[in-house]
């Protein structure tokens, strides 16, 4: 009979380093760090795996994307509009 982790309990994911090839990978949470421009950003909690004999780091593909997301400096805003419709072609009643 195989055990399972309580509810409240995280399994612990693992993987080869590819690095090393004598560690193994395990899904950590550390404070990752990347420069924007000028300014340095820290953000705590993010997922990466971390190789227990030589330290090697690789970042959670969707966690990157979704950061990627965050900072870049046009989230937020409105797509601008695509093709040749005029604001004026929009107010006009079709027939």
């Known amino acids: 009979m195989s055990e ?4 409240s ?14 560690g193994v990978m395990h899904l950590r949470y550390i404070t990752y760090f990347t420069w924007l421009n000028e300014e340095l950003v820290t953000v705590p909690n993010f997922p990466a795996w971390v190789c227990d004999v030589c ?3 690789e970042y959670d593909s969707r966690a990157v994307s ?7 400096p046009s989230a ?8 040749k419709t005029k604001p004026s072609d929009l107010d006009r009643p079709r027939p």
Request: aromatic letters at 6%; one cysteine or more; hydrophobic letters at 20%.
């Open 4 to 7: 399972t982790p309580a509810p």
């Open 9 to 22: 309990e995280k399994p612990d994911y693992t993987l080869p380093c590819s690095e090393c090839h004598s």
């Open 55 to 57: 330290g090697r780091r």
């Open 66 to 72: 979704w950061l990627n997301t965050l900072l870049n």
């Open 76 to 83: 937020g805003r409105r797509p601008a509009r695509r093709g």
